[in-house]
């Protein structure tokens, strides 16, 4: 297999210009920009700032990571069949809300009322988490709402539910009781194994998971021939609507995960948890190179865009740049990645017609 | 096989002009694309005051050298003179401005938009800054004189049949002075009547000293409206020639390149039927039949051909067929069982699969490799199962694959490779190979031989004959005569969603065909 490959491309090279070689040398650079780009903010801020490569700096920025990273998973698969989930900051906020409303209130049943234990809890919440994807898919699939419609509604709605829950207010101490059963609701955020964190953990793994899925199963590849081409993916009898449906559900499930671990770290369910959110899962996307236009991508490349955003961000507050230049550059690495990608189509174009 | 030269001087040289009175000039332009060369080194010459015809198998070319000329694509290298003076288009608009207009092959007409507002659009007459609704209606109504298309200006375009929407494009172009008129296939969706309508106006933009460039299939058309004409094959001029110095022969062999037999039907024995359609019908948006009251059978092993104008209802029929479309009425049986309504992913589970007509839109993944694409449909099939979640078996789909590849000769270095980068003929091969590991019992070839080149073309027509031989029933449909011929052993013709005549192969009768297609004459026939 190797040697084929190799023998073909030994005999393809001495016949390309040098333009064309440096074409092509120039794409595979682009193709890998993401890699340099965390390499590059990682090697920038450790030598700029002091204690950036301590453990316990890398720590903390993982956990930052894994907020962005989380929602970025969920985020990708819908982006890659072409859509957009704008409701997963709202639905971080609102299953936080959920989570905090079980564990201090239970669920009311008649006179008495329920306490789940703290697994039974974040099911539950996760399940919530996933129905509210399943009604931004239902509208998108069932009703042909646009994709930014639906969920930009959806936006309104869950945030509108969240401040609902508690009047505005919190959900605090959400230590819980001894005698409810439902304590140890830190360990999701704060926990760790072999001296990682659980959301690490919780990262690594659905990464894996949706990796994975996305390339191994017939599932994943429908999710890219629905983005790529939409109608084409009808004609080939594809279940598109189901697929879409599902993808929606998922990204919700990964917010409410989101939505558990920050709740569980902060031990309070603030019913503005998660603000914007989505904006920044949508630029880890980007960033890590997937297509707003569908069908191209990866969920590495969100995750190592999601590195990136935090990375970007705790080095700019460590090194002490004011909060509007961060917004400021933040938006500028944003558009420059899109910049760069339509250069790498075109280049990519260029390459094939040199070849 | 003839040199672009040996060509030049077997004809009859005092007889072609001189270039230097051609109006338009593209001196040794080539155009590539991902893949393939379109164009290579092309020398060609557009002369005022005639038609210039431009002829050529899909995929010849055509296309790609009128693109150049009416601005929508650049020249990857050479250049292109009018009236002696080089310029380099950037977009449509420069080269209309440069006098050239282009009448596309496929309609640039804004649907929901009337007719007036889709002649004047991009170039609205106006009137103290506000467009002079008036004055355009005014216009619209002698344009659509102009073009015999009885029709009130203010309707919209949507609701007008294919044919007719043809005709408002060409009364745009009408409208706008040029001094090079490009049409493109014009007569693909045209009734007989309309088309003497359009010679009509040919005849009078020649007067007027217009260079008409006339692009189109059908012989006989060219041989009676053409003055000179050139032959593309494979990218390449191959020959060059005043029409009266010609008969039909020789534009095939150039066309061909030699006695390059295409199509190769050979009896068959037919099954009991597999697939009988009774009383189908569908209703468009706008309330006229887009299919009415179509009732046929296909046996076991058995090719029809389905032969009609653009809009005549092909399309949907087949799509029907695959589950599109759930608003459509009638009976569908399939092995003797009626059919319950279903998506296309029940139907190609049940063995009907469709070979889509724009294989851009509907046919391929663009973003997929060659291999993503060729198993998009089957590959369920390559999975091995576990705690009841499918997974891909990388080496199975592979296999499969490559299996397609070779036993329908794709052109392609490596399966992996994105399907972009190949040829028209090779993308519509892998779209075939798709429906084909479906294996289904039942496969439908929507103008399978759009835009592809000549030796693709006889790929494609022999694996239907082999798919044929499995005892595959195949349905294809074709505006194309000749091939409606190629390999069928029915032909059916359509026409305003009806099937107006069911011919077996050996009635088969080019006369009747033809008039059994046009519109107007399934029309008159059903007024009497």
Redesign the interface.
């Known amino acids: 297999m190797t040697t084929v490959?190799n023998n073909?491309s030994s005999q393809d090279h001495p016949h390309r210009s040098k333009s064309a070689q440096a074409s092509w040398v120039l794409l595979q650079v682009l193709k890998l920009r993401i890699f340099v780009a965390l390499f590059a903010v990682v090697l920038y801020f450790s030598l700029s700032v002091d204690n950036f490569l301590t453990t316990n700096n890398l720590l903390i920025m993982a956990q930052h990571i894994t907020i962005i990273g989380i929602l970025a998973i969920g985020m990708t698969l819908v982006i890659l069949t072409a859509g957009i989930d704008l409701s997963v900051g709202s639905t971080v906020g609102f299953s936080g809300m959920m989570a905090g409303f079980l564990i201090m209130n239970g669920i009311p049943i008649g006179d008495s009322v329920l306490f789940l234990n703290i697994p039974e809890v974040i099911l539950v919440t996760c399940l919530v988490g996933a129905f509210i994807g399943y009604i931004n898919g239902a509208l998108i699939t069932y009703l042909n709402v646009a994709p930014f419609i639906a969920t930009l509604g959806m936006l309104y709605v869950v945030r509108g539910a969240a401040l609902l829950f508690n009047d505005g207010g919190t959900f605090s101490r959400l230590q819980g009781h001894e005698e409810l059963g439902n304590m140890g609701f830190s360990i999701l955020g704060n926990g760790s194994l072999l001296g990682i964190g659980i959301p690490v953990w919780l990262l690594l793994a659905l990464t894996l998971v949706t990796w994975f899925v996305s390339y191994?199963?017939?599932?994943g590849?429908y999710v890219?021939?629905i983005?790529?081409?939409e109608?084409?993916?009808?004609?080939?009898?594809?279940?598109v609507r189901r697929i879409k449906l599902w993808v929606y559900v998922f990204s919700g499930f990964c917010a409410a995960i989101v939505g558990l671990v920050i709740t569980s770290q902060l031990q309070t369910g603030h019913p503005m948890t998660g603000d914007t959110y989505e904006l920044r899962a949508i630029a880890a996307v980007v960033l890590g190179g997937t297509a707003l236009s569908?069908?191209?991508g990866s969920v590495i490349g969100s995750v190592i865009g999601a590195c990136v955003i935090s990375i970007l961000n705790d080095g700019m507050v460590m090194s002490g740049v004011s909060n509007f230049w961060q917004m400021v550059i933040m938006g500028l690495v944003i558009i420059i990645a899109v910049v760069i990608d339509q250069l790498q189509q075109r280049l990519h174009?260029r390459v094939?017609?040199l070849t | 096989m003839h040199t672009v030269e040996e060509q030049r001087n077997s004809s009859n040289e005092q007889h072609l002009e001189s270039p230097s009175k051609a109006l338009v000039q593209v001196k040794n332009a080539t155009k590539r694309y991902p893949g393939t060369v379109a164009l290579d080194a092309v020398n060609y010459e557009v002369y005022p005051g005639s038609v210039n015809v431009l002829i050529g198998e899909n995929g010849a070319g055509k296309s790609t050298l009128m693109k150049l000329l009416a601005g929508a694509e650049r020249p990857s290298e050479g250049d292109i003179f009018v009236k002696g003076k080089s310029v380099h288009f950037h977009g449509v608009r420069d080269a209309e401005k440069a006098g050239i207009g282009i009448i596309f092959q496929e309609l640039n007409l804004f649907p929901d938009m009337s007719i007036v507002e889709n002649l004047f659009i991009g170039n609205e007459m106006r009137h103290a800054g506000k467009i002079d609704t008036r004055a355009q209606y005014r216009k619209a109504t002698q344009l659509l004189e102009r073009v015999g298309l009885e029709a009130d200006p203010s309707i919209r375009v949507g609701d007008l049949y294919v044919g007719q929407q043809q005709l408002v494009e060409i009364a745009k172009m009408l409208g706008r002075q040029v001094d090079v008129l490009i049409m493109d296939e014009p007569t693909s969706a045209l009734s007989q009547k309309e088309v003497e309508v359009l010679f009509g106006i040919i005849d009078a933009l020649r007067q007027d000293g217009v260079a008409v460039i006339y692009i189109s299939h059908r012989l006989e058309e060219i041989m009676r409206i053409g003055d000179h004409i050139t032959v593309l094959r494979n990218g390449r001029i191959v020959g060059v020639d005043l029409v009266k110095n010609i008969d039909i022969p020789w534009i095939v062999r150039q066309m061909v390149g030699g006695d390059h037999k295409i199509f190769d039907y050979r009896p068959r024995q037919i099954g009991e039927p597999t697939l009988t359609v009774k009383n189908l019908s569908l209703k468009r948006v706008n309330g006229t039949f887009a299919l009415d009251n179509v009732n046929f059978s296909v046996g076991r092993g058995e090719v029809i051909g389905i032969y009609g104008l653009m809009g005549a209802g092909r399309t949907e029929l087949l799509e029907v067929l695959l589950g599109l479309h759930r608003s459509a009425v009638g009976q569908i049986e399939f092995d003797g069982k009626p059919l319950a309504k279903g998506k296309p992913a029940n139907r190609i589970k049940a063995g009907i699969a469709l070979v889509p007509e724009d294989r851009q839109t509907s046919g391929m993944v663009q973003t997929l490799s060659v291999r993503d694409n060729m198993t998009l449909s089957s590959i369920g099939r390559c999975c091995s199962h576990f705690l009841g979640f499918r997974m891909i078996r990388g080496q199975l789909e592979k296999q499969q694959s490559q299996r397609m590849v070779s036993t329908l000769g794709i052109k392609v270095s490596h399966d992996s490779d994105k399907i972009t980068t190949l040829s028209g003929g090779n993308m519509q091969k892998v779209i075939i190979g798709k429906a084909l590991l479906t294996e289904p019992r039942v496969l439908l070839f929507d103008e399978p031989t759009r835009g592809v080149d000549v030796g693709a073309k006889a790929d494609i027509y022999r694996a239907m004959n082999d798919i044929a031989d499995q005892g595959v029933s195949v349905i294809y449909t074709t505006s194309e005569l000749d091939e409606a011929l190629a390999v069928a052993d029915r032909v059916l013709v359509m026409a305003l969603g009806r099937i107006t005549v069911d011919l077996p192969r050996d009635e088969v009768d080019r006369d009747l065909i033809t008039q059994k297609a046009s519109p107007s004459a399934v029309q008159d026939a059903a007024a009497q």
């Open positions: 490959t073909m191994k199963t017939p599932f590849r890219y021939a983005g790529g081409n109608s084409a993916a009808v004609f080939s009898g594809l279940r569908g069908g191209r174009k094939m017609v």
